[in-house]
């Protein structure tokens, strides 16, 4: 048993374990925005997350918006939710993107009527739900966002069955 | 009251909410490895989280590991814990980063505890909790990890509170 396994699967002798308990809880994931009306129109009136802090630093030049996911904030207790926070410095700067991040996920209760309302609003379906389970979009800072279907894929139908691809996400 | 407001703070006329009204929850944030031994040496054995699926497919030639921070996989009923899934591609790539993702935040009962646990174990320190409550480390693919003290600051102490930032983060 020594060394010990590395996968946290449960096989590691009990001293190990224990030295390595740790209490620690996921809060949030932080992505840097351009713009706070473009993120705010794209998160929260087309997407439909909701904000639930704001704090704006005058010494730091920069303003966080953390945002959950609606059935989060519903269910969450005092702050609990998974957050999102969206971070604007003041001080423009260029936000490529890399590959070591891949994207932010959702569960949605309805893929099809989800995307609908992304696309009438003119948000663009990188990935159609083809399969009636997964899509994918894009944030207007290229973030890549993923909506599954809860439960469940859903039956395939037109128009999304044979809709292509667009771009990449 | 029109335009309507974006920020989601329950400005909105009533039948805009309701249109916009969605069931949505967080599932994950995704992020690519470059070596799974590697990556469950810092995110489980160093970092603490602890492995709750995985998914491996030929076809696609992909691993995809799902962890939990601990007080969330404890906690959650029925997997509903915020997950990390790494997607582990066999054909290997090269991970860059970008500047639109910025990190993930985790809270943990102790920061200076934790931040020893991890120096011990060979994980550098990027920026240090010389304030009592916020450090800094990165996963072996440069994804930046923010540790935050649960609750209040703890008090300031040595060797933390003069101990220099290194690299970015």
Chains 1, 2 share one sequence.
Not at 120 to 148: H, Q, W, Y
């Amino acid at each position: 048993m020594w060394p010990p396994r590395l996968s946290g699967d449960g096989s590691r002798p009990r001293a190990k374990r224990e030295e390595n308990h740790v209490s620690m809880r996921y809060l949030h994931t932080m992505v840097r925005i351009g713009n706070i009306e473009q993120s705010l129109d794209f998160y929260c009136a087309k997407l439909g997350m909701q904000e639930v802090r704001r704090v704006e630093s005058e010494a730091g030049r920069y303003t966080l918006i953390f945002l959950a996911a609606p059935e989060d904030k519903a269910k969450a207790a005092a702050q609990r939710a998974p957050l999102l926070e969206l971070t604007f410095n003041w001080d423009p700067e260029k936000y490529g993107e890399g590959r070591n991040f891949g994207h932010l996920a959702f569960e949605v209760d309805d893929i099809y009527q989800t995307c609908e309302r992304l696309m009438k609003t003119g948000v663009t379906i990188n990935r159609p739900p083809r399969d009636g389970r997964m899509a994918f979009v894009r944030s207007p800072d290229n973030i890549s966002i993923e909506l599954l279907q809860k439960g469940e894929a859903q039956a395939k139908k037109e128009p999304w069955s044979s809709m292509p691809n667009s771009g990449k996400w």
